[in-house]
């Protein structure tokens, strides 16, 4: 029997080994992603006018010459601006109010019992069903778009900050309080952190929403944004506009969930942070 | 009357919760300043509820619960709680952690800097500070968490199982730490555990909880290992198993007189 142990490869060339691999995993992913977006493009290109009608799915030599005007000629840029400001300020209002009686009612039990039947309630309507009393209420324009995204980011919000602060550990809020904490304390360092979770869960789940909100109120009864895009477009027969539109929004929709998912990523680091040792 | 040696005491006591019957009656209890009290018991004796009577999280039904010769009324911000469960706040760091109820008491940044590093060295987890709680072992939460239970100088500080979760080793070592660092504070401590080595290791003096229900102290022990004890060979030694013989003897008797009222 020997007495000395073989040496395993020394730990820094396994971590090279293991970038390496990784980043070579990256790669042949993106090129699936890459080829696939590319055969899905040069089918729709053959296919169209061939197999389908073109007025139905246009193809994609005029769909991106369009988009290509409205980015020069700026036309992208006002609608877009016009759907994120109204989708940012909605989120603000629904997610801020969210929060507040999410927090009040996940603390005081007798008021969550009245109140919380009656939101869930409210919450199983079809909140785009809304948009014609919205319209009565606010009339068409922006204010629409921003009613129309904060009532849907104000329940996944309150939802998510309701269970979040009454989830939290009774042993915590104890300990802290033994500790010398004021109630203050127990908000501020256990509760609200402990929802934290949760709200940034409803908050990846908000801004999309919103964006869709705001859309769905432009095409509706909007005067610009992406959304009026749309259904301008498809009112006009003008399908090659209609899939620019829509392709805007695909683009947006992921940069926008990417955003999220990077914001999000250092408040919640702790969650990762699972025994290391 | 309440001597003046005595930090918490507890005379004549009934609790129990809800409608229920009491889980426990007619308990009589003090801890003197600077001892190592255990309450030794089967699961689900009463002796967990003990330790919240003093956190002041519970109220008695019957009786006096007094620390530092004052009822209790609402928490008591006098004691250290370490609980079974892992109360670290897993979004701060360690060292954060520590420090908490430092902050929470005002106390200046110099100090809490101070005294925080003072518990890291002593409590060796110095290379540890910055590391969320997800990021320790086992036995580092556990010191992290003595760490914090002592910081503040409670008074009194109350151990629920805390090292019930742990492996045979690393619970010989927080035994060590343990006794090591309350007998150097002069710190109070009333412990909970259901393991009699653990409890003949570690204390001055152990009760025995069990009878009933409703059920109380049912025998008292005063360990003669004295103040300084090497807890490396005392368990190997004939004096040690004597005694663990005691209070197995005292366990079996309690819960013997399961059922029969105590």
Same mark, same amino acid.
């Given at each position: 029997m020997t007495d000395t142990l073989v040496e395993s490869r020394p730990i820094e060339q396994r971590r090279v080994a293991l970038r390496r691999t990784a980043r070579r995993h990256r790669v042949t992913v993106l090129g699936v992603q890459v080829l696939v977006i590319a055969a899905v493009l040069v089918a729709w290109e053959l296919l169209s006018g061939r197999v389908v009608q073109e007025l139905l799915v246009s193809r994609p030599s005029d769909v991106f010459p369009t988009l290509w005007g409205w980015v020069t000629d700026g036309t992208l840029l006002q609608n877009a601006a016009v759907t994120f400001r109204t989708a940012g300020i909605g989120l603000l209002c629904g997610g801020v109010l969210g929060i507040l009686v999410g927090v009040v009612l996940g603390q005081a039990k007798t008021l969550a019992e009245i109140f919380e039947p009656m939101i869930t309630a409210l919450y199983t309507m079809p909140k785009h069903a809304l948009i014609p009393l919205f319209i009565m209420w606010v009339g068409i324009g922006s204010a629409l778009g921003v009613v129309t995204a904060a009532v849907?980011?104000?329940?996944?919000?309150?939802?998510?900050?309701?269970?979040?602060?009454?989830?939290?550990?009774?042993?915590?809020?104890?300990?802290?309080?033994?500790?010398?904490?004021?109630?203050?304390?127990?908000?501020?360092?256990?509760?609200?952190?402990?929802?934290?979770?949760?709200?940034?869960?409803?908050?990846?789940?908000?801004?999309?929403?919103?964006?869709?909100?705001?859309?769905?109120?432009?095409?509706?009864?909007?005067?610009?944004?992406?959304?009026?895009?749309?259904?301008?477009?498809?009112?006009?027969?003008?399908?090659?506009?209609?899939?620019?539109?829509?392709?805007?929004?695909?683009?947006?929709?992921?940069?926008?969930?990417?955003?999220?998912?990077?914001?999000?990523?250092?408040?919640?680091?702790?969650?990762?942070?699972?025994?290391?040792m | 009357m309440t001597g003046q040696g005595t930090i918490f005491e507890v005379r004549d006591l009934a609790i129990g919760f809800g409608e229920r019957d009491d889980i426990l009656r007619g308990v009589d209890l003090t801890i003197a300043r600077g001892e190592f009290l255990t309450l030794l018991g089967p699961s689900g004796c009463g002796k967990t509820t003990i330790l919240n009577l003093a956190a002041g999280l519970l109220r008695p039904r019957a009786g006096h619960v007094r620390f530092a010769g004052e009822p209790i009324n609402g928490v008591n911000r006098n004691v250290g709680y370490m609980t079974q469960d892992d109360t670290l706040l897993?979004?701060?760091?360690?060292?954060?952690?520590?420090?908490?109820?430092?902050?929470?008491?005002?106390?200046?940044?110099?100090?809490?800097?101070?005294?925080?590093?003072?518990?890291?060295?002593?409590?060796?987890?110095?290379?540890?500070?910055?590391?969320?709680?997800?990021?320790?072992? /086992?036995?580092?939460?556990?010191?992290?968490?003595?760490?914090?239970?002592?910081?503040?100088?409670?008074?009194?500080?109350?151990?629920?199982?805390?090292?019930?979760?742990?492996?045979?080793?690393?619970?010989?070592?927080?035994?060590?730490?343990?006794?090591?660092?309350?007998?150097?504070? /002069?710190?109070?401590?009333?412990?909970?555990?259901?393991?009699?080595?653990?409890?003949?290791?570690?204390?001055d003096r152990v009760l025995i909880v069990g009878g009933g229900p409703p059920g109380g102290i049912v025998a008292e022990y005063r360990l003669p290992f004295g103040e300084e004890r090497d807890l490396d060979t005392l368990r190997f030694t004939d004096e040690f198993a004597r005694v663990e013989q005691q209070l197995n003897r005292g366990l079996l008797d309690a819960r013997s007189r399961k059922g029969n009222g105590s």
């Open positions: 849907i980011v104000f329940f996944l919000v309150f939802f998510n900050t309701f269970f979040g602060i009454r989830e939290v550990r009774p042993s915590l809020v104890n300990s802290v309080r033994i500790m010398g904490g004021s109630e203050i304390d127990v908000m501020l360092r256990v509760r609200l952190p402990s929802a934290l979770i949760w709200v940034v869960a409803a908050l990846k789940l908000a801004v999309p929403q919103a964006v869709v909100g705001v859309v769905v109120a432009e095409m509706l009864a909007g005067d610009s944004g992406l959304g009026y895009l749309v259904a301008r477009n498809a009112g006009l027969f003008n399908s090659a506009g209609t899939f620019a539109a829509l392709i805007v929004l695909l683009i947006a929709g992921f940069l926008i969930d990417r955003l999220m998912s990077w914001v999000t990523r250092k408040p919640l680091e702790w969650k990762n942070s699972n025994s290391a | 897993p979004w701060q760091t360690v060292q954060a952690n520590i420090g908490l109820p430092l902050r929470m008491r005002k106390v200046g940044k110099a100090e809490v800097a101070s005294r925080v590093g003072r518990y890291l060295e002593m409590l060796d987890l110095g290379h540890a500070a910055n590391l969320l709680p997800g990021q320790l072992s /086992g036995g580092m939460r556990r010191r992290a968490l003595l760490a914090r239970s002592m910081i503040y100088e409670p008074k009194l500080l109350l151990m629920d199982e805390p090292f019930a979760a742990l492996d045979a080793q690393m619970r010989h070592q927080m035994h060590i730490e343990l006794r090591d660092t309350v007998k150097r504070a /002069g710190q109070t401590v009333m412990f909970v555990t259901h393991d009699i080595t653990e409890a003949a290791k570690i204390s």
